[in-house]
T-cell receptor
Framework: ELKVEQNPLFLSMQEGKNYTIYCNYS?????LYWYRQDPGKSLESLFV?????AVKQEGRLMASLDTKARLSTLHITAAVHDLSATYFC??????????FGTGTRLQVTL | DTGVSQDPRHKITKRGQNVTFRCDPI?????LYWYRQTLGQGPEFLTY????????KSRLLSDRFSAERPKGSFSTLEIQRTEQGDSAMYLC?????????????FGPGTRLLVL
């Protein structure tokens, strides 16, 4: 069974701190996606990582991909309250469908 | 607004009733996907179309579920004889299937509550 595991499932962090969310997936894939979801809202695309060693950055978020380890990370630098949301990683294998992780609920506190 | 749109945004129905949801993808996108998301979980794939052809259906999609994309533009998802377990957010996404284009863009979702 194809699986995507994220950890932690819940993260409470103070503003200004750094942290990393981990995403392990169970199949060979060179396409890894990160999405953000605010409560009651739909999913917003953050990053698409297309090859081993890919690194992308947008503001305080940076995502990386290690296809050999089947691991992607989402690093948060100097968190701010606006980053509070649930973050999902997902991959596509040979099919085009996205297989999502369970999500990491991030809460940034003052 | 040129994003993915879904209608209705909310639907409350009684068990046993039929419901139909509509998704309008981004206009030039040839692929359209349906996902279902229950509370506290990630979205789960249901089915997808390339143009009007339905290319894959999940085992989650029981016989009570049917999806169409008759002209390769908008799509409908129908649930017959709804059950309480069908309560979820139904998300539609679209993408342009060509080299270099891989992102799926999601609509706002239809939240279904079956009483």
């Amino acid at each position: 069974e194809l699986k995507v595991e994220q950890n932690p499932l819940f993260l409470s962090m103070q503003e200004g701190k750094n942290y990393t969310i981990y995403c392990n997936y169970s199949t060979t894939s060179d396409r890894l996606y990160w999405y953000r979801q605010d409560p009651g809202k739909s999913l917003e695309s953050l990053f698409v990582l297309l090859s081993n060693g890919a690194v992308k950055q947008e503001g305080r978020l940076m995502a990386s991909l290690d296809t050999k380890a089947r691991l992607s990370t989402l690093h948060i630098t100097a968190a701010v309250h606006d980053l509070s949301a649930t973050y999902f990683c997902a991959y596509t294998g040979t099919a085009s469908k996205l297989t999502f992780g369970t999500g990491t609920r991030l809460q940034v506190t003052l | 607004d040129t994003g993915v749109s879904q209608d209705p945004r909310h639907k409350i129905t009684k068990r046993g009733q039929n419901v139909t949801f509509r998704c309008d993808p981004i206009s030039e996108h040839n692929r359209l996907y349906w996902y279902r998301q229950t509370l506290g979980q990630g979205p789960e794939f249901l089915t997808y179309f390339q143009n009007e052809a339905q290319l894959e259906k999940s085992r989650l999609l029981s016989d009570r579920f049917s999806a169409e994309r008759p002209k390769g533009s908008f799509s409908t998802l129908e649930i017959q004889r709804t059950e309480q377990g069908d309560s979820a957010m139904y998300l539609c996404a679209s993408s342009l299937f060509q080299i270099g284009q891989v992102t799926q863009y999601f609509g706002p979702g239809t939240r279904l509550l079956v009483l």
